[in-house]
């Protein structure tokens, strides 16, 4: 009876540290936001329900915008994210579009790892658009941030494509190595998949980070120029109401 009633015991408290609530993630959520630099003084509101968060608020920048997204999504739990966070600049911070486009224009120059002259800005009431060819997934991600970085930027579309100069296949073998080689990520369960130039991903992973943390693994790989990720977030927790 003894060992009977203490693996009942150990068996509920194991279920009880795998469950998490709405109330638990809303603050895991709220905590994960605080602990960014940029957010430190954000009012962000922040509500869960079954791993979906709603995010409201205002900043001052789509910078810390972003910030707020991708602080939310690193936080175990999360299955999705609705984003209603407002931009709301200061008379100081307000700019035109032709003087966005100047500066992301300067800022794309002065960015070491954009190639020169291959891209093309427009600016639309504030908005971005970014087009025009690179090599390398970082390369694009970079003239991103840039143009993300920039005062008065209300949002980013990044149309670049890649066009790798790199004319050998694809190693699928290299990049299950990459994979094997990362501490944070459980690469048993992730399948490649390598058609050409693209490289789709099926299979499961722990968390949002695990998810996006091999992608850009991926994109690391020479010659890759698309990746599909098909990864599946399946939690070592149930989440609770």
């Known amino acids: 009876m003894y060992i009977i009633e203490t693996l009942l015991t150990q068996t509920t408290q194991i279920n009880y540290h795998k469950m998490k609530t709405n ?8 905590d994960a936001i605080k602990w960014e630099p940029l957010l430190h003084a954000a009012e962000i509101g922040v509500t ?22 991708n602080a939310a999504k690193k936080v175990s739990g999360v299955k999705a994210i609705v984003e209603k966070i407002n931009l709301e600049f200061s008379n100081a911070g ?6 966005i486009a100047t500066e ?15 891209l093309k800005v427009k600016v639309e009431n504030g908005w971005v658009t970014l087009d025009g060819e690179v090599q390398w997934h970082h390369q694009k991600n970079a003239a991103e941030r840039t ?17 790798s100069d790199v004319k050998d296949a694809i190693e699928k073998l290299d990049i299950e190595s990459a994979l094997r080689r990362s501490a944070s990520i459980n690469d048993d369960d992730i399948h490649i998949t390598v058609s050409g130039t693209a490289v789709t991903l099926t ?9 996006d943390e091999a992608e850009t693994i991926v994109w690391n790989a ?20």
């Not at 109330?23 to 709220?30: F, I, S, T």
């Not at 143009?147 to 066009?163: D, M, S």
């Not at 890759?224 to 609770?240: A, G, R, S």
């Open 23 to 30: 109330e638990d993630l809303q603050r895991d959520v709220l």
């Open 48 to 69: 869960a329900k079954d791993g979906i968060v709603t995010l409201t608020g205002s900043v001052d920048s789509y910078t810390k915008k972003m910030e707020v997204e």
């Open 94 to 99: 307000a700019k035109t579009d032709g003087e």
């Open 104 to 118: 992301v224009l300067h800022g794309l120059i002065w960015n070491w790892d954009v190639p020169d002259n291959q």
């Open 147 to 163: 143009a993300a970085n920039r005062p008065g930027v209300k949002g980013v579309t990044n149309n670049i494509t890649l066009k």
């Open 203 to 211: 299979g499961t992973v722990k968390s949002w980070y695990q998810r």
């Open 222 to 241: 020479p010659g890759v120029w698309t990746v599909v990720n098909n990864l599946i977030v399946e939690y070592d927790f149930d989440l609770v109401g």
